[in-house]
Every structure is written in C-alpha cells, then in structure tokens.
C-alpha cells in the first residue's frame, strides 16, 4: 500500500497520521501479522532533523569557546552567547508568519546563524572593551562612545548581508524552495542580531562590563594562557601591520594575487563536478529485475527467490519486500519484479563499506552469476517525487514521426555510447519492442450480418480477459467493489476464443472466435510520449567520482554524436530540474553582487569606495570551491548557498576595516596610515567574527550518518571560503581602500593626494 500527499501538505504530518491509523488497524490483525514500514520519508527526515539539532548545540557550545578566548573574560563572553537564543527564538516566531516549517534547510540556517548572529554582539562588546582599557572609568559611558563609532558599520553589514538573500528569494522551480527557505531564515535571524546588537547588547555591556583594573592579578593557569595569548596575538599584529605596509609598497602584487584568486575561482567553477543536490544514503535500495521476453512468472519468482537469499544475508538489511510481475523500472509483465530493500538505521551502519554506495556494489558483485535476468539496482532518490532512481533521466524523442523500430534502433545505439563514457557507471532502458502480441482482426461484415455490433465483442473480451468494474455491494457495513473476470485457466490462451460466447441486443449467443481472428505479433507493451512526441525513457548512474553535471555533459556530447536528424532528446525528473536551475544561478550570483554594490554606494556615498569591499570576494569565494574540489565535491546547490552566503559574510569584514579607515581619513590621517590604522583596530573582531563561524562550522563538516553528504557540502565550503577569505583577505582590503579612496578624492577634486606612499609607517 502507498499514500501520497496532496499538493501543499505537511509529509511528516501525513505519515504520522498514517501510521497512527495503521497502529490502531494492527490492533485487530490476525496473530502473528504486522505491518511494516518500508520507504517511510521520515526515517531519513527525523534522522537528519536530529543531527542537525545536536549539530546545532554543538556549533553554539565551540562559538562560545572561540569568544571567550579572544574576550578572556566570562561576563564580556555572556553577551554574545546570549544574542544566539535571542536570534533563533526570533526567528522561529518570523518562520511562523511566513509558513515555514521548521525542516533541514531552515536547521540549516539556523547553525550557519549560530556563528553569524554574534557577529554584531561580539563587534559591540570588543569595541566597549577597547574604550574600557583605554581608561574609561563608566560602563554606560563607554557604551555610548563605542556605539556612536559603530552604529553606522553595523547598519551597513545587516544591510548587505540580509541584501544578500533577497535575490535568491525569486528564483523559481525547485532550486527556489532551496533558497527562499534557506535565504529568508538565514537574512531574519540577521536582522534579528542586528536589532540585538544595537539595543540589547550596548545595555547589558553597561550592566555587566566593569572598568579594567590595572592591579596586578593572580597568575592562575588560565591568566598565564590569556597572557601568552596576548603576547603572540600582539606580535602577530605587528607582523600583519608590516605585511600591510608592505603591500601598499607594493600594490601590484595585492592586484596580482587577486587576479590569481578570481582566475582560480572561474576556473573550478566551470571544472568542478556539477550536480542539482548530492545523492545522500536515504536508507534503502531499490531493485529492478528483469527476465527475458516470454518467461512465466514462476520462473520469474525463481529468479527472485535466489536474488532475495543474496540480499537477506547482507548484515546491513533490516526488511526486504518483493513484487513478481511488476518492476520499478521495467513496468508490468510476467517477466519483471522488484525488490524494496530498507537497510538498517544510520547509526548501526558505521562499518567502513555499509553506506549505500559500497552496498550496491557488493550486491552487483554478489548477483554477477546470476545470467538469466537483467538486475538493477539503485537508491531511492534524494528528493521524493522526481523519479523512481538516483542518476540521470532522459527521454529520446521521435520528432519526425518514425517507426518505433526506428526509434528503439536511435535509443540503443545511444546507450551503447554512453556505457562506453568513463563518466557512466550503467545506462538503461526498460523499453523493449519484443514482447509477443496478439493482434485481433475482427470481421466487421460478418458481425453486423449476425447482429452484433463491434461495442458487443469488445466489451465481452473487455469482461473476460481485462476485468471490469460492474457495480458495488455492501458486506458487514463495508462498501466493496464488484469486479468480473474470467479465471486464469479460461483466459490463458488464444483458444479460449472459442470457449466464450457474445450476446447481441435480442439476447442471441455466438461464439467469439466466430468473428475475430488471433495473429502473432510482436511489439512495445506500451509506447510513452514526451511533450507531445513519442519517446524512450532512459536512465543511468554515473561512475563513482563523477557528478550528475558530468553525466549531463557527457549526454550532452554523446547526443551530438549519436542523434540522427529527426531525433532529439529532453531531460526529466530530477535531471531536469538540475538543468533549468543551473542556468538561474549564474544571475542570481550577479544580482547578489549587484545589491551589495548599491547598498555600499549609498552608504559610503561614493560609486568607486565599494569595490574596496567587492574586489576583495573572489579570494574567500575560490576558498568555497578549493575545499569543494579537495574532498571531490561537487558544485551542488548547497555548495551554491555556500557562496551566496559568503558574499555578505566575507564583505562583512572588508565593511569593517573600510569603516574604521573612512573615519580615520576624515580626522585627518593620509590615506595609507588611515588604511593601516583601520586594519589594525579591526583585526582582533574580525579573528574572532571570523573563526566563531568556523568552528561554528565545524560539527557540519565532519558529520556522518543521515543527510551528511548535504551538511559536508556546504560545512567544508563555507569553512574554506571564510579561511581564505581572512587570512588574505584581510591582507588585500587596506591595499583596496587605499586605492579606491586615493581614486575618489582625485575624482572628487580633493588636495593632498599625492603624499601618503611616502608617510606610511607602522
């Protein structure tokens, strides 16, 4: 039995009240029956949805640590742990307005959240504590200078990183319901910090911050690794502020490494593996089994049977359930089957070769001997309801017309191409012309003659081989149909013709095979159509180590090849999903861009200052796809979130620097010291801001089990574009600002432009 949601439902509430309903039904079952769930969408979901939450604290609990090493000091570290609850509780209460529900990619956002939403607080509570040791006695004091120096830089990171998510909310197809959840949640719970940081953390700084002391204090264990800490993060100041001073010596070598970062980041983007969402281990395998043209279903049920003894001894299966006479791919026939196989919960899969993959290979291997049948076998797809398989899924078309012989002759010698790719682990098709056939002649004139009308024939025939549904009767309170069919011992041959009777409109009797005649033949059991034109399914699976985009790309050439006049080709299910959102990203990531420049425009009031801050994303955005391509990644949809993200995070640091150097310009400083000047007071909150979201990061990257090869895709990016993108980033920035503001103030008609290469100094 299968249940399908209606359009708009909530899965998880459907299968729960399934199962409910079953619970209740098991109650009044024979002994020794039960019911047995075997492709419930929820064991991956809650399986996943559990992760994600222990993930979660997991991420919160190393964010509080990277804080307090850098603040030393539990009331300043209590701050920003408190905007995380803050944040996400808010958020929670948006999600409701807008109709989310609390699924992966909105958990998703939540755990980026966790390092992101103490951004605003930490940049808050760091600059408090500079005025503190500048020798401010007043908390509350210190508060309101800190927050009159830092309003403006945290109004502008909301405003590009929310500005950010907007574009992506009007992506459509698929590929928008991955964004707009993600985007949206991730863009509230940043407004939402932002909300924090300007109100609730100035006002707790004031209550909990107090005055520094310059008494000499206990050397304990943790003084001792604070004091050290300082000493090397004070040296490493110094060294950054010569590597600035350095470059902007020496700017060209700045622009060199830039341009060395974009042409890397354009590179792997047009090299990497492409694919619409990594194939995760959804927790079964689906069999497809196929027997040659004419074989009975008993011999079918043999060949099943010696399968099912290979599976069931596997020490990952939990059930196994078998069709005879039908397959998943093959379709209806007494030469087909299948097999549904639910493999044993994640966590007591943990053996090195129990994931899915290596699972399928060693069934493939186990099943070699077996000759006599064409056995499939592939997981069930990443998202439920495009298709039955994981792969690839297309459709050869017949756009002049042909013959089906024609086109089954086109579909092989397609096939033959594309198993011969290095991309290509298998590719298939259940289509086949030979099934026998009998075709019926009816003699029309000798019909009428006797006073029978075809409609009279056929609906016989209709009744006796095909079953039909006649009327309903009520039993015990119950409704059941009525459906009459001839028994199978008087239907099984063409002779049985002879054995059935036609009745006219005067209650006449004939024999049937009186006006008909039986012919052989052999054909399609049926023929599909594709948008109108008659087509052949096809699937396949690409080779372990190549991506779904290198299995289009390799359809894509084989076509060329292959394809006569008159024949084409169109992608389905997931496939063609995959195809029509990857021609939306390129523009989505354009307009990204394009709303944080404007955003910066009118901040900084200046149509040249932003690309300060835009020049500096390709170093963090080649990180994403360096980690991408090390751990042989693909450039999936969450690596695409991956670097959407962190254009408004990786602008976010390069708007702090840019900040703190405008505002030391205007009190008078050349522009190279006011470059230098802004790198060095941001650099501790940009660390600490930076690396919170790391290893915020890090539970993501090395997750196992259910949904892991989702939160490795965009965990291992998200880690290598923010690395890259501060430990060069911070390097390139002041070298751009120094530029840009250089090019500004020649624009603008500003005096003394001339001066600061040779004033600079640490």
Request: with cysteine; net charge neutral.
């Amino acid at each position: 039995m299968a249940v399908a949601q209606t359009a708009g439902s909530n899965a998880q509430d459907v299968i729960n009240q399934s199962i409910a309903v079953l619970d209740k039904a098991q109650e009044s079952f024979p002994k020794g029956v039960k019911y047995v769930a075997l492709v419930n969408a929820n064991d991956f979901l809650d399986a996943s949805i559990e992760k994600v939450i222990h993930t979660l604290f997991e991420a919160f609990i190393l964010v509080f640590i990277v804080v307090f090493l850098f603040l030393q000091d539990w009331r300043s570290t209590l701050i920003p742990a408190i905007s995380v609850p803050v944040a996400i509780v808010g958020t929670f209460f948006f999600l409701d307005i807008f109709g989310f529900t609390i699924n992966l990619l909105t958990l998703f956002a939540l755990i980026l959240a966790v390092g992101i939403v103490v951004d605003d607080a930490i940049v808050v509570v760091e600059a408090v504590h500079s005025k503190l040791e500048q020798g401010e006695k007043s908390p509350l004091k210190a508060s309101v200078d800190a927050m009159n120096e830092i309003s403006g830089a945290i109004i502008s990171i909301t405003l590009v990183m929310a500005a950010v998510f907007i574009p992506v909310s009007f992506i459509t197809d698929s590929a928008g319901v991955f964004y707009k959840q993600f985007g949206l949640t991730l863009a509230i719970s940043i407004v939402l910090s932002a909300v924090n940081a300007l109100t609730l953390s100035p006002a707790l700084c004031a209550i909990f911050l107090k005055p520094h002391s310059h008494e000499e204090k206990k050397q304990n264990f943790i003084q001792r690794f604070f004091t050290n800490f300082n000493i090397i993060f004070d040296a490493f100041v110094k060294r950054y502020s010569r590597g600035v001073l350095f470059l902007l010596r020496k700017k060209w070598m700045a622009f060199a490494g830039l341009v060395v970062f974009a042409g890397i980041f354009a590179w792997l983007m047009n090299t990497t593996p492409k694919s619409f969402v990594p194939s995760e281990d959804m927790g079964g395998v689906f069999m497809d089994i196929s027997l040659p043209i004419g074989s009975n279903e008993n011999r079918t049920k043999e060949v099943m049977a010696k399968v099912e003894k290979i599976v069931e001894k596997q020490p990952e299966v939990l059930h196994i359930f078998k069709v005879s006479g039908r397959g998943m791919i093959s379709g209806s026939g007494s030469n087909n089957g299948m097999l549904i196989v639910k493999l044993k919960d994640w966590k007591d899969r943990t053996a090195k070769g129990s994931d899915i993959q290596s699972f399928i290979a060693k069934l493939y291997k186990e099943t070699a001997g077996i000759k006599d049948a064409k056995l499939t076998f592939f997981g069930r797809p990443t998202l439920q309801g495009f298709g039955n398989a994981a792969g690839f899924e297309l459709q050869i078309q017949d756009q002049k017309g042909g013959s089906i012989s024609d086109l089954t002759k086109v579909t092989n010698d397609f096939i033959d191409k594309m198993n011969q790719r290095p991309e290509i682990q298998r590719t298939f098709t259940s289509f086949n012309p030979n099934y026998p056939q009998y075709m019926i002649d009816i003699n029309v004139a000798a019909t009428k003659a006797a006073g029978f009308t075809v409609s009279d024939l056929l609906g016989t025939m209709q009744g006796y081989y095909g079953g039909v549904y006649s009327s309903n009767v009520n039993l015990f309170g119950k409704q059941y149909r009525v459906i009459y069919q001839a028994p199978f011992e008087s239907r099984e041959n063409v002779e049985s013709f002879n054995q059935i009777q036609v009745r006219n409109k005067n209650g006449e009797m004939a024999p049937l095979s009186r006006f008909i005649t039986a012919k052989r033949v052999y054909g399609p059991q049926a023929i599909g159509r594709f948008n109108l034109f008659t087509a052949i399914s096809i699937n396949g699976t690409p080779n372990p180590g190549f991506s779904s985009g290198d299995a289009i790309n390799a359809v894509e050439e084989v076509a060329k090849q292959t394809l006569p006049q008159g024949y084409g080709f169109e992608y389905s299910g997931l496939t063609r999903e995959e195809v029509n959102s990857s021609s939306q990203t390129i523009y989505i990531f354009i307009l990204c861009c394009v709303f944080v420049y404007f955003l910066l425009a009118a901040q900084y009031e200046s149509y040249l200052l932003p690309f300060a801050v835009m020049l500096s994303l390709p170093v963090g955005l080649a990180g994403v796809m360096m980690f991408s391509a090390w751990i042989g990644g693909s450039n999936n949809i969450y690596t695409q979130i991956s670097l959407i993200m962190l254009i408004g995070l990786l602008a976010k640091n390069a708007i702090l620097i840019v900040e703190f150097a405008l505002d030391a310009r205007k009190k008078g400083y050349t522009i190279g010291h006011a470059a230098i000047s802004g790198a060095k007071q941001r650099i501790r909150p940009i660390l600490m801001t930076s690396f919170a979201f790391i290893f915020g990061l890090i539970p993501l990257a090395v997750s196992t089990g259910a949904g892991a090869v989702g939160n490795q895709s965009i965990g291992i990016g998200a880690i290598g574009g923010m690395l890259f993108g501060t430990i060069f980033g911070v390097f390139f920035i002041p070298i751009l600002f120094a530029v840009f503001m250089y090019l500004q103030e020649k624009v603008s008609g500003k005096k003394d432009l001339e001066k600061y290469d040779g004033q600079l100094s640490e």
